[in-house]
C-alpha cells in the first residue's frame, strides 16, 4: 500500500526558514496538499496542488513536490507557526497522510 | 459564512451502532463530494471516507471498509457517517471535510473546510 514519510519533529529559529518533507514513490507526479495543526483545533490547509495557497494563508508558507519528495517551506517563521503539519495525497480512490511533522520554534 | 458542523458522537458500547452527522451551510453543499477524517487522541489525521456529489460513488478505508457507511441527503446538506461493529481503535475525533473545488470527481483534491469535530469514544 502507498505510504508518505515525514519526519517526526523540526526545529526553526524564529525569523529563519523551516523546511518539511514528506516522502513517497513518485510523489511528484500526484498532487500534495498541507495542512496546519494547533493543539485543539482542526486542521487547516495551507497549500494544495503543490503550491496554491488558499485564500487567508500567508505568503511565507509555500510548497513544491518533485520526483519522491513534496516539501512545506516555511520563510520567516513565526512563534503562531509552532504547529503539527501533515502532507496528504491521492493514490487512487483513497486519500493518504503522511505521520505528521511537529515544527517547533525555538 | 461557509461552516460544517458535525454532531452525533459520544461514549459508545463496542459493537454499537452510531450516526455521526455534519451539517453544511454557507456554500452548495449538493456541488461537492464530501468526506470524513479521524484523529485518535494524539495520533494522526486518518481519512476514512468520501461520497461524491450526487451520492453515486463511495470509497473507504480499508480499516472501516465493510464497517462503516458514508451517505449524503442533498436537500437537507447534511452528511452522514453509519459506523457498525465498533472496535476500541475507532476511538477519535471524526471531522468532516469538503474539498478546495466544485468537482465531479471525488480524489486529486486538498480539504479545504473542516468541521469541529465530534469525538468518538468506543469503551465498554
Same mark, same amino acid.
Given at each position: 500500500s502507498y505510504e508518505l514519510t515525514q519526519p517526526p519533529s523540526v526545529s526553526v529559529s524564529p525569523g529563519q526558514t523551516a523546511s518539511v518533507t514528506c516522502s513517497g514513490d513518485k510523489l511528484g507526479d500526484k498532487y500534495a496538499s498541507w495542512y496546519q495543526q494547533k493543539p485543539g483545533q482542526s486542521p487547516v490547509l495551507v497549500i494544495y496542488q503543490n503550491s496554491k495557497r488558499p485564500s487567508? $494563508?500567508? &505568503?511565507?508558507f509555500s510548497g513544491s513536490n518533485s520526483g519522491n519528495t513534496a516539501t512545506l517551506t516555511i520563510s520567516g517563521?513565526? /512563534?503562531?507557526? &509552532?504547529a503539527d503539519y501533515y502532507c496528504q495525497a491521492w493514490d487512487s480512490t483513497t486519500a493518504l497522510f503522511g505521520g505528521g511533522t511537529k515544527v517547533t520554534v525555538l | 459564512q461557509v461552516q460544517l458542523v458535525e454532531s452525533g458522537g459520544g461514549v459508545v458500547q463496542p459493537g454499537w451502532s452510531p450516526r455521526l452527522s455534519c451539517a453544511a451551510s454557507g #456554500? $452548495? #453543499? %449538493? %456541488?461537492y463530494p464530501m468526506h470524513w477524517v479521524r484523529q485518535a487522541p494524539g495520533k494522526g489525521l486518518e481519512w476514512v471516507a468520501v461520497i461524491s456529489y450526487d451520492g453515486s460513488n463511495k470509497y473507504y478505508a480499508d480499516s472501516v471498509k465493510g464497517r462503516f457507511t458514508i451517505s449524503r441527503d442533498n436537500s437537507k446538506n447534511t452528511l452522514y457517517l453509519h459506523m457498525n461493529s465498533l472496535r476500541p481503535e475507532d476511538t477519535a475525533m471524526y471531522y468532516c471535510a469538503r474539498p478546495t473545488q466544485i468537482r465531479k %470527481?471525488? /480524489?486529486?483534491d486538498g480539504f479545504a473546510i473542516w468541521g469541529q469535530g465530534t469525538m468518538v469514544t468506543v469503551s465498554s
Amino acid at each position: 500500500s502507498y505510504e508518505l514519510t515525514q519526519p517526526p519533529s523540526v526545529s526553526v529559529s524564529p525569523g529563519q526558514t523551516a523546511s518539511v518533507t514528506c516522502s513517497g514513490d513518485k510523489l511528484g507526479d500526484k498532487y500534495a496538499s498541507w495542512y496546519q495543526q494547533k493543539p485543539g483545533q482542526s486542521p487547516v490547509l495551507v497549500i494544495y496542488q503543490n503550491s496554491k495557497r488558499p485564500s487567508g $494563508i500567508p &505568503e511565507r508558507f509555500s510548497g513544491s513536490n518533485s520526483g519522491n519528495t513534496a516539501t512545506l517551506t516555511i520563510s520567516g517563521t513565526q /512563534a503562531m507557526d &509552532e504547529a503539527d503539519y501533515y502532507c496528504q495525497a491521492w493514490d487512487s480512490t483513497t486519500a493518504l497522510f503522511g505521520g505528521g511533522t511537529k515544527v517547533t520554534v525555538l | 459564512q461557509v461552516q460544517l458542523v458535525e454532531s452525533g458522537g459520544g461514549v459508545v458500547q463496542p459493537g454499537w451502532s452510531p450516526r455521526l452527522s455534519c451539517a453544511a451551510s454557507g #456554500f $452548495i #453543499f %449538493s %456541488s461537492y463530494p464530501m468526506h470524513w477524517v479521524r484523529q485518535a487522541p494524539g495520533k494522526g489525521l486518518e481519512w476514512v471516507a468520501v461520497i461524491s456529489y450526487d451520492g453515486s460513488n463511495k470509497y473507504y478505508a480499508d480499516s472501516v471498509k465493510g464497517r462503516f457507511t458514508i451517505s449524503r441527503d442533498n436537500s437537507k446538506n447534511t452528511l452522514y457517517l453509519h459506523m457498525n461493529s465498533l472496535r476500541p481503535e475507532d476511538t477519535a475525533m471524526y471531522y468532516c471535510a469538503r474539498p478546495t473545488q466544485i468537482r465531479k %470527481s471525488v /480524489a486529486g483534491d486538498g480539504f479545504a473546510i473542516w468541521g469541529q469535530g465530534t469525538m468518538v469514544t468506543v469503551s465498554s
